[in-house]
């Protein structure tokens, strides 16, 4: 018999206080600010999509930085575009 754990709507109740009402995350997500959640992603995201065309780090290296450059150049076109539509109302 293989023992199987579940999520149950009751545990999910018992750890959500802890998880998501926690002072210490709370104060955390405060003072950072929402865009530097994405950096990571875009650079991770860039790494995949290198390492996926080449097999020399060196050429992994040098597609990572033309990549985020990319990315990160749409999504501030993006961020941009949505901030002057705010600024705007």
């Known amino acids: ?4 754990t579940t999520l149950t709507l009751t545990t ?3 750890i959500s206080p802890w998880l998501f009402e926690s ?3 709370g104060s955390l997500a405060g003072r950072v600010p929402g865009i530097f959640f994405g ?4 650079a991770l995201a860039s ?4 390492a ?9 290296r040098l597609a990572t930085v033309h990549w985020t ?7 501030g076109m993006v961020l941009a575009v949505v901030l002057l539509f705010g600024w705007l109302q």
Do not use: K, Y
Request: no cysteine.
């Open 52 to 60: 996926t065309h080449h097999e020399d780090p060196a050429a992994i």
């Open 39 to 42: 950096l990571p992603l875009v």
């Open 1 to 4: 018999m293989v023992a199987t």
């Open 47 to 50: 790494l995949i999509f290198a």
């Open 23 to 25: 002072p210490l995350l």
């Open 69 to 75: 450059v990319w990315l990160g150049g749409m999504l």
């Open 12 to 14: 999910v109740m018992a």
